[in-house]
């Protein structure tokens, strides 16, 4: 059973409350229904997971605004996955089926931004999209994802209010007190169905991801810390147990790969294999952060030879992990006979009614904001060869973040210092239209929250910012054929591909990684850069807090005013009434191999 009525939920968030601070008291367990002779007798527990559902409501893409769909014809959206939440609950009437998510929920469209800066609920009291969809759904507990944290502690702590279950992160402790900030758990009773049937006690523990210590560092720096997943499990999971958890599930925002983007003065950021081979203890793991799709893969623990359960739902809505546990009884104790998961589609439903319902203001308000026109653009001007080309579209970041930076350093001690800007190619999709430029439009192309920084870098790490950026690219020789749908290492992401404006040069990608800057020149004279010259340069705040772990701009600010890219994007295009690409597009890089130009 669910935690569908008012008494059922004061019960789990009771019995949180309690392990959260004082021993449980694990009395004898049940015998009721345990099995005879021979025969024992089966129960079934089924959980349902998502993850990274990134402010998916409808399945609607803001961006375009038309019905979602990709070349795989995914579906998107809460209202999907409520159906087919439904749908199992339904023919799981009177059995057990529990609903979890792993976090990354309140940030990723233009629905979860509007009522973050445009009337943020910490100002107007009203209810959050999420959690008015997720409260329909009706989960059991929710994870905190790195996310979470982008709009600040007051907003996260009103959404968690809002919440009609609860919102786990065992692993984000208060810097003040040393204490979890956050629930790190619950002990569900789950009523099996069946007459006479025992209580199943499952413990929930929350994870959440310790890269917000630096992706959110302005959000969180003296207010919170973040431990090690695989150290927090280790602590927790023993504590559930020895508190009453038959079945421990944990619900953890970090992939399975074992590696960071931040590198190594952080816990590890997608420790999830390493937490179900280290961690005594464990029955199943949900886990998101790397929006992968793993419908089901086991983990053997190393130290007692179980296997864990692992299952990753994909991103967006898109897929619902299921997981079936068979459980028997043996000498009052429950013991799991066989587990495994499938993997659900989206898009074989239809949006559940009653989200829709719950949401259909705040969409349709979200909707008339981003169709608003904010300028008019003399072409059209598309991002899709920004990776591998100098693009107007590219530098019309860079000439904003510019203009911004140099404008506010004015008459100050950097003034006299020459502006570079950085910029990555987010979106491959994004297009300014011929005419009207709508707010969707500029939110296509720059899709993250990102707030403008800038700090003070030599022509030295400038260059090795370059060098490290270029790792982005294949190494190609002179006379391989190019294609662009192939020209990058597929384990570097876009996003952590940047170009910077201000300086000319050029990334040589027949030549090594570390070795592909071979022309870095000033812009008109052609003089190359001094190692020791200085420069201001203007960055988003996930860059310069570590976010990719790119060398040289992880220092003090110069500039930073909290002031979003994106609305300055916004703002400049609206004060000029125009985008034409005359105004800002500067070609200053281009890919060589042995100086000749690749495009």
Do not use: C
């Not at 005879?36 to 609607?60: E, M, Q, R």
């Not at 294999?273 to 089901?296: K, N, T």
């Not at 570097?492 to 000319?504: K, L, R």
Request: net charge negative.
């Amino acid at each position: 059973m669910t935690s569908s009525s008012g008494a059922s939920r004061r019960q789990v968030l009771a019995v949180a409350a309690a392990a959260a601070t004082a021993p449980l008291l694990a009395g004898s367990p049940a015998q009721a229904g345990e099995a005879k002779g021979n025969a024992p007798k089966i129960w079934d527990l089924t959980v349902l997971g998502t993850s990274d559902t990134h402010g998916n409501v409808y399945n609607w893409d803001y961006y375009n605004d038309a019905e979602y769909d990709d070349s795989q014809h995914n579906d998107v959206g809460v209202a999907k996955l409520a159906t087919l939440v439904n749908q199992i609950r339904t023919e799981r009437k009177g059995k057990a089926t529990l609903v979890l998510d792993a976090g990354d929920t309140i940030q990723g469209t233009p629905l979860a931004t509007y009522y973050a800066k445009q009337e943020p609920i910490t100002v107007t009291g009203e209810t959050h999209p999420m959690a008015n969809a997720m409260n329909v759904l009706n989960y059991d507990a929710v994870t905190l994802g790195n996310h979470e944290f982008n709009y600040g502690l007051p907003l996260l702590a009103k959404w968690i209010e809002q919440l009609g279950f609860p919102a786990l992160a065992a692993n984000a402790i208060n810097e003040k007190t040393g204490k979890p900030a956050y629930l790190p758990y619950v002990i569900k009773p789950v009523n099996l169905g069946g007459h006479g049937a025992p209580a199943l006690n499952v413990g929930i523990l929350g994870l959440t991801n310790p890269g917000v210590a630096i992706w959110d560092k302005g959000n969180v720096e003296g207010k919170l810390l973040f431990e090690g997943m695989v150290e927090t499990a280790a602590k927790w999971v023993p504590i559930m147990r020895d508190r009453g958890a038959d079945l421990v599930i944990i619900s953890a925002h970090g992939g399975d790969n074992g590696t960071s983007s931040y590198g190594p003065e952080l816990p590890n950021e997608n420790p999830v294999r390493l937490i179900a081979e280290q961690v005594p203890g464990i029955d199943a793991i949900l886990f998101g952060h790397a929006h992968s799709e793993i419908p089901e893969r086991f983990v053997t623990n190393t130290q007692t030879g179980e296997r864990v359960l692992t299952s990753e739902p994909s991103r967006w809505g898109q897929r619902l992990t299921r997981m079936d546990f068979t459980l028997t009884r043996e000498k009052g104790r429950w013991q799991v006979a066989a587990k495994g998961a499938t993997m659900l589609n989206t898009n074989t439903v239809v949006e559940d009614p009653a989200v829709l319902a719950a949401v259909r203001g705040q969409h349709t308000k979200t909707v008339d904001y981003v169709n608003q026109v904010v300028a008019r653009s003399t072409v059209e001007l598309s991002a899709a060869e920004s990776r591998y080309k100098d693009t107007p579209i590219l530098d019309f970041i860079n000439h904003v973040q510019t203009d911004v930076v140099a404008t506010a350093l004015a008459g100050t001690a950097y003034a006299g210092l020459p502006v570079l800007s950085i910029a990555a190619p987010f979106s491959r999709t994004a297009v300014f239209p011929a005419g009207d430029v709508r707010i969707r439009d500029v939110a296509g192309l720059y899709v993250y929250d990102n707030t403008l920084e800038a700090v003070v870098m030599t022509g030295a790490e400038v260059k090795e910012y370059l060098e490290y950026s270029a790792k982005y690219f294949r190494t190609l020789p002179v006379g391989a054929a190019v294609n662009p749908a192939t020209i990058n290492d597929s384990s570097v992401p876009d996003y952590n591909y940047d170009t910077i404006s201000g300086v000319d040069y050029d990334i040589d990608i027949s030549k090594p990684v570390g070795q592909r800057i071979t022309r870095l020149v000033l812009p008109g004279t052609g003089t190359p850069v001094a190692a020791d010259a200085q420069f201001v340069v203007a960055v988003n705040n996930y860059r310069r807090s570590g976010g990719g772990n790119f060398p040289g701009v992880v220092k003090t600010q110069v500039y930073n005013e909290q002031q979003e890219i994106r609305q300055l994007l916004i703002d400049w295009a609206q004060a000029k009434g125009a985008i034409d690409p005359a105004d800002f597009f500067v070609p200053n890089w281009k890919l060589v191999r042995e100086g000749l130009p690749v495009f």
